[in-house]
């Protein structure tokens, strides 16, 4: 009985982990064919942010934003990438846009859609597994 019992408890463990690895190491889904809640200039969520955080977090925080800027800065990595959309009433950065990939065609001063899951606000609005979006 007792080695029946400690062969249940072992499966169980290995059972757990395997979800648990499996769970850790799943991908995220992409938004590209997921419908924005809400589009809005980059200037005026990052006002939202600055002037009434806690009634923007309730209206923007994990929702699907489509914002449109200009860029002030693109940093390449080998997996990652990440836009900064300019916002007006900031002295550096203002949307700081985190990609899941490598992003190519995109210079400071473009004018550019990008959509993404809002994360909140720390210095900047932040944006993650974000698209370009193209009309």
Do not use: P, W
């Given at each position: ?118 994360q909140g606000y720390l210095m900047d609005v932040i944006l993650t ?7």
């Open positions: 009985m007792k080695k029946i019992l400690i062969l249940i408890i072992i499966i169980a463990i290995l059972v757990a982990g395997g979800v648990g690895f499996y769970l850790f190491n799943k991908k995220v889904g992409g938004l590209e064919k997921v419908k924005a809640d809400y589009t809005i200039a980059a200037t005026m969520l990052y006002d939202a942010f600055e002037t009434q955080e806690q009634e923007a977090n309730v209206k923007y925080l994990n929702k699907i934003l489509l914002v449109e800027g200009t860029v002030v800065k693109v940093e390449i990595d080998e997996k990652y990438s990440s836009i900064i959309l300019k916002a007006d009433n900031t002295l550096a950065g203002g949307i700081n846009c985190s990609f899941n990939h490598e992003i190519e065609g995109v210079s400071k001063g473009d004018m550019i859609s990008i959509k993404g899951r809002c597994n974000c698209n370009i979006e193209y009309e």
